[in-house]
């Protein structure tokens, strides 16, 4: 009886606290960046507010055109307020924790992923807290208009106050599909090495188109962006049941499924494109 304790005890540590020494490690991290970044304070708040304030703007544009002309393709202001702040706040979740995935171009051209290769640690987990930013500016704009528009929905009786923890759980799916979006542009860089043109593609403009209703689009540019960019399942499918009440709850489990999925095939992909990688020699 002892020695099945010893040995359950030892593959329990043995499993687990290298996980635990990885979490204690990009904490660390996470905290040497925020301080490197907090050291300019005066740019870093007035970089927030200019953020925040174009993106504010962005959708006031939106807001007056929805004025002037009623709804679009039946959706009302209010809801596309949502699905304009449901992606703004998954994108910033992703960009806040991995940023630098985002940026992969630079550490492939300037050599820089040298570095990140001769460190004890794998190369993806060493690249996420580098950079981190808080990003304030896109939280305070993206959260301002998702409350606008839940309080708004809410005083028509559209919606409960369930669509908020809804909502919630419908940010952090999001930002898993963004990730995994963005991680598998990024690991074409390991054969290209330029893949900011790319990005802009399958990161800002399919992130763009899908702050509207996807039945503003072609049948085969929304069928792009639910299974092929799947953009779309981070805002427009679960608004379709939250706001509107169809389909059904289960949509929330094909959606974490999904957003599992695509992030497996992800890391897969990435795992597959780091043995592809060539030094710069630099």
Do not use: C
Not at 60 to 68: D, K, P, Q
Not at 83 to 89: P, W
Not at 117 to 146: A, H, K, Y
Not at 232 to 240: C, M, Q
């Amino acid at each position: 009886m002892n020695t099945k304790t010893e040995t359950y005890s030892s593959q329990k540590y043995t499993t687990f606290y290298p996980l635990r020494t990885y979490l204690e490690l990009y904490v660390l991290l996470i905290r040497t960046s925020i301080k490197s970044s907090m050291q300019y304070k005066l740019n870093f708040f007035l970089g927030s507010f200019l953020a925040a304030f174009i993106q504010i703007a962005e959708f006031l544009m939106i807001a007056i055109v929805l004025h002037r002309f009623g709804a679009i393709q039946g959706w009302n202001i209010y809801e596309v307020g949502y699905l304009f702040s449901i992606m703004t706040l998954s994108k910033t979740v992703y960009r806040s924790i991995a940023n630098e995935v985002h940026h992969l171009e630079k550490y492939l051209v300037s050599g820089d992923m040298d570095q990140l290769l001769t460190r004890p640690l794998p190369v993806l987990f060493t690249l996420l807290p580098q950079r981190f930013r808080i990003m304030l500016g896109e939280w305070l704009q993206g959260g301002f208009v998702f409350g606008w528009s839940i309080h708004g929905m809410m005083s028509s009786g559209q919606i409960g106050w369930i669509a908020v923890p809804q909502s919630l759980l419908v940010v952090l799916t999001g930002a898993v599909l963004l990730f995994s979006i963005g991680l598998a542009t990024a690991t074409i860089g390991f054969w290209t090495t330029r893949i900011s043109e790319l990005q802009t593609f399958t990161e800002d403009a399919a992130g763009t188109a899908a702050r509207f209703p996807l039945s503003l689009y072609p049948n085969w540019l929304a069928g792009m962006l639910l299974f092929v960019l799947p953009v779309g399942l981070v805002n427009y499918v679960p608004a379709l049941y939250i706001l509107r009440g169809e389909w059904g709850p289960w949509i929330f489990l094909i959606i974490l499924l999904a957003a599992m999925g695509f992030l497996a095939l992800s890391l897969r992909f990435w795992k597959f494109g780091m043995t592809k990688y060539q030094s710069t020699g630099s």
